[in-house]
């Protein structure tokens, strides 16, 4: 049995004396570097200087108000849900809670709408508002579910990112911050994101509409609770049971 040769790979041709005198190997390592030394800087030095994502980045949610670039279903939504129909200005949000059975930890959301405490004869009876939207970001993973499912386009997700805070409460928005996000949001990049008809511009989609194989997945899919969820809500222990 002949003796194996290991370490060193007497293969490599060794330096020249104008390799080793001008550290041509060394040079050749920092080409790199050197190259990006004269391009234009993507970093940032935040959060000195904040740069600003794209139209499609899945930042911290906004609740977006009436504005008058509904489209065509809106009303049909309101009627469907009995909300009393919303001013210019006032939330779009019917408390359908579709975004909340999207969402993958819909603990996260807590929703509630109250009936109006108004006459019999008044032309708002019977009819409810939105009266709690609260969203524990700290438990979101900005996957973007639940702005597919909103079905009046209300919930979004802005470009806002710095959600950095001394306390956890502060990452539970109500729909006052929300709003205030989403009217920040919609008048600085609104146009970026939304046709006339309030809809996604298609380029900017999460998942755009060509997308067929996630269509097909999806068809025919009712947002719904599942039983554990309902069952977690009203304080029982039942995570055994099945869909
Ligand atoms: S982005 Fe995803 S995890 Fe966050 S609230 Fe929406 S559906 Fe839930
Ligand atoms: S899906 Fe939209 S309208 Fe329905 S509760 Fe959520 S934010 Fe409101």
Not at 27 to 42: A, S
Not at 101 to 121: G, Q, R, S, W, Y
Request: proline fraction near 6%.
């Amino acid at each position: 049995m002949g003796i194996k040769k290991v370490g060193l790979n007497r293969n490599v041709k060794p330096q020249s004396l104008v390799e080793k005198i001008f550290f041509l190997d060394f040079m050749k390592g920092l080409k790199t570097t050197i190259k990006h030394l004269f391009r234009k800087t993507i970093t940032v030095d935040f959060p000195y200087e904040v740069s600003t994502p794209t139209i499609r980045f899945r930042g911290v949610h906004g609740l977006r108000n009436v504005d008058g670039t509904e489209a065509d279903d809106f009303n049909s939504w309101i009627k469907k849900l009995k909300i009393k129909p919303p001013e210019m200005g006032e939330t779009r949000c019917i408390a359908c809670k579709f975004c909340q059975a999207a969402c993958p930890v819909p603990e996260l959301f807590t929703i509630k709408a109250e009936k109006l405490n108004v006459p019999e004869d008044h032309p708002h009876h019977g009819l409810k508002v939105l009266s709690v939207f609260d969203m524990d970001l700290s438990k979101c993973m900005f996957c973007g579910l639940c702005t597919q499912a909103c079905p009046t386009d209300c919930i979004i997700h802005t470009d806002v990112y710095d959600l950095s805070s001394y306390t956890r409460k502060s990452w539970v928005l109500n729909k006052e911050e929300l709003s205030r996000i989403a009217d920040d949001f919609i008048a600085r990049r609104g146009k970026e994101k939304f046709d006339e008809k309030s809809k996604w511009r298609q380029d900017q989609q999460i998942w755009p509409d060509y997308d067929t194989p996630r269509a097909k997945a999806w068809d025919g899919w009712m947002p719904s609770y599942t039983p554990n969820y309902i069952n977690t809500q009203k304080g029982t222990n039942n995570s055994t049971e099945s869909q």
